[in-house]
């Protein structure tokens, strides 16, 4: 009896433990079910794009610099190549998928290796791109690809003293470029002046990135100082700034869109990668901070504004993790992540006026390769079964005009993106020819040049008079009317003053010896008549653009005489020193 007792005691205890147990994974259950955040946006998947839809054979550039090397459009792929020398990228039409021909015709203009590039938001055929020779250039390319290696660059932007890292176009005012040099300038151009806007020079050491808001009004950037800054970029006032991530590699930045936050990535004190999310008003403490892993890879940020959603790449990751992005704490949600074998070099982002809306595609990464020369297309999808247009996974979107000019942007306006609709407008391009080359860059040389080529192209017309009726030449009265005519003119011009000599110094005539008419006589001592009217009518400018660079070149000549004077000068007491000296040692 006592051993029958003990085993229904043993037994009941057992089935107490088990009743426990089950309640609890019961009441397990039941909290995390509540915990679950409902999203439409929780399932979406990355697609890679078949082999046959990925462009093979590319030279993909080995350098070290920590940027995408790769520029999409909805016309034209844009990758940066491994040259010998100089900096060359590669331009694809969207189509031209599959093998690359290994002679396939590049951009090839600057000096040093490319470093990064960039499509202009409303004109698809011109890239610009930064380079190692310390310029950023523009480039026109023909609808249909190059058909030769491009080396004429509509615009070269030359400012700084250092390589350029980083460009970025302005998201509603045309033709407004920043860029980021490593000599710790920010330099906000306008390419239809070829002129520099505005320049920041607030960064004690190297930038690492910037980024601009939905309506271009602010700059955020950050910097080897480990500061997270945010500038009104028309002035250069920095709004605020605060100590970013605390490691010692580089850090990221995005604007969130229109919401007044933004989200930096980076590496803790120990090398942990992290995100972090700020309110742009104050940088002094983040929103929120989490750590992602302890790879070694920096991550990229890209944010879709339509959707909400962030993206994280990792230099030398193989997967792409995605967040939610929300007006409340915790601010952002983790959804998913594409995991893939093959690590990434760079990563290229399709505008959202690009994505195939038939299959519910919200992104579009071209992706390069680190290990094997490829870019490969992935599209993250949104699970659907209807093909019909989803108005609520595609919102009216930025579009290809410009909201603002540059004119009234630089004066202080600012002004939100004009929006397309994707059901109707969908997959649009441009097709609008720019001509950015100042026109007062253009020389005196180039129009005569042009006059000339001008003249040569006119067809001769063959005189079938008689030789009687050419005896009496109509040409040679005809220039003699107008020598008098002109002499004339003078004489009106200049109140009839007759021939009188212009009183001025032997040394005046000197100084304007290389200017033009004054050099038949300044090496006679002598001083210019009116009466050479054919000297005065060939060298007087005669329209603005040959004033101002007879006035530039008699001002580089003038500083040139200046200096001349000021070491003339100096040399002149020197000798009195050493003749004051040599007296003294007479003296001695």
Known sequence: MPRIRGELLERFELAAVLDSNLLHSKSFEQSWFRGVRSSKFRHVY????????????????????????????????????????????????????????????????????????????????????????????????????????????????????????????????????????????VIVWDISKG???????????????????????????????????????????????????????????????????????????????????????????????????????????????????????????????????VNEAPWVHYLSQFISGNPQRGLGVMPKRGVNTSICEVFRFFKLHATRGMCEPIS??????????????????????????????????????????????????????????PSHLTSTTDANTKKKFAFLSTETVPDYRPKEYNEISEKSQKTSSNQSTKFHQLQQKFNNVGLQTPRCSIKFYELLSKFGSFSLYSKNNISPSLNDNKVLDTEIPINESELRVAYLRQTDELRLVRRQLANSQLRVKELEEQLRKQQQQKGL
């Open 46 to 185: 990355g697609a890679p794009a078949k082999r046959e839809r990925c462009y093979d054979n590319i030279k993909i550039t080995k350098n070290a610099h920590d940027s995408q090397f790769c520029a999409v459009n909805p016309k034209f792929l844009a990758v940066v190549t491994e040259v010998a020398g100089g900096g060359a990228f590669l331009v694809l039409p969207l189509d031209h998928t599959g093998r690359l021909d290994f002679n396939a015709n590049r951009v090839t203009g600057h000096t040093g290796p490319v470093l990064d590039i960039k499509w202009n938001p409303f004109n698809d055929n011109v890239i610009a791109s930064s380079s190692d020779d310390c310029t950023v250039k523009l480039w026109h390319i023909p609808d249909g690809g190059l058909s030769r290696n491009l080396t004429d660059w509509l615009v070269e932007l030359q400012g700084h003293k250092r390589r350029v890292g980083y460009i970025e176009w302005h998201p509603t005012a045309e033709n407004i470029l920043f860029s980021a040099g490593f000599d710790h300038l």
């Open 195 to 325: 002129e520099a806007v505005s320049v920041i020079d607030r960064h004690p050491d190297v930038i690492y990135s910037m980024s601009l808001n939905r309506d271009g009004s602010l700059l955020a950037t950050t910097c080897k100082d480990k500061k997270l800054r945010v500038f009104e970029p028309r002035s250069g006032i920095v709004v605020s700034e605060g100590i970013c991530h605390a490691g010692t590699k580089a850090s990221k930045v995005v604007f969130l869109g229109a919401s007044g936050r933004l989200l930096t990535t980076g590496f803790s004190r120990h090398s942990d990668r992290q995100y972090a999310v700020w309110s742009q008003h104050d940088l002094s403490a983040p929103l929120t901070c989490e750590t992602i892993d302890s790879s070694s890879g920096i991550v990229f940020p890209f944010y879709d504004h339509d959707t909400n959603m962030v993206y994280l790449a990792g230099k030398g990751d193989g997967n792409i993790r995605y967040y939610e992005v």
């Open 380 to 437: 993250m999808i949104v699970p659907r079964k209807s093909d019909q247009f989803q108005d609520d996974l595609y919102p009216d979107t930025v579009g290809t005009t410009p909201s603002i000019s540059a004119k009234d942007w630089i004066s202080g306006m600012n002004s939100p993106p004009v929006l397309i609709s994707l059901k109707t407008g969908g997959s649009i391009t441009t097709h609008k020819p720019r001509v950015y080359k």
